[in-house]
């Protein structure tokens, strides 16, 4: 199982930007997605997963702005942020559930195989 997080870089606040997160070694379809992001001094926190079935849930603080979704097909995972704020600079990971429930909790205790982060930074 291999994930790998792409698609960070700077941008000024208000701005736009893509993650993808290229997977393999499983079947997409099966298992839930996480995003989930950690600053400098700061411990991990959960973005957003979306679950096996396709139901998503998202961080309060990044609600109405971050949009996850996913191509089984092409064994990709997006996170889509819009309206960045200086504050959600930090390395991005995304990670692959343990389980394969649709009623998935998307603690980070319950994802695993954490790929290779994607640094977001975002300038005032």
């Known amino acids: 199982v291999q994930l790998q997080a792409s698609g960070g870089g700077l941008v000024q606040a208000g701005g736009s930007l893509r993650l993808s997160c290229a997977t393999s070694?499983?079947?997409?379809?099966?298992?839930?997605i996480g995003w989930f992001r950690q600053a400098p001094r700061k411990e991990r926190e959960g973005v957003s997963c979306?679950?096996?079935?396709?139901?998503?849930v998202y961080a309060d603080s990044v609600k109405g702005r971050f949009t996850i979704s996913k191509d089984g097909a092409k064994k990709m995972v997006y996170l889509q942020m819009s309206s960045l704020k200086p504050e959600d600079t930090a390395v991005y990971y995304c990670?692959?559930?343990?389980?394969?429930?649709?009623?998935?909790?998307?603690?980070?205790?319950?994802?695993?195989?954490w790929g290779q982060g994607t640094q977001v930074t975002v300038s005032s």
């Open positions: 990670a692959q559930s343990r389980w394969t429930s649709y009623l998935l909790s998307c603690s980070a205790s319950n994802f695993h195989s």
């Open positions: 070694g499983f079947t997409l379809d099966n298992y839930g």
């Open positions: 979306i679950r096996r079935g396709g139901s998503t």
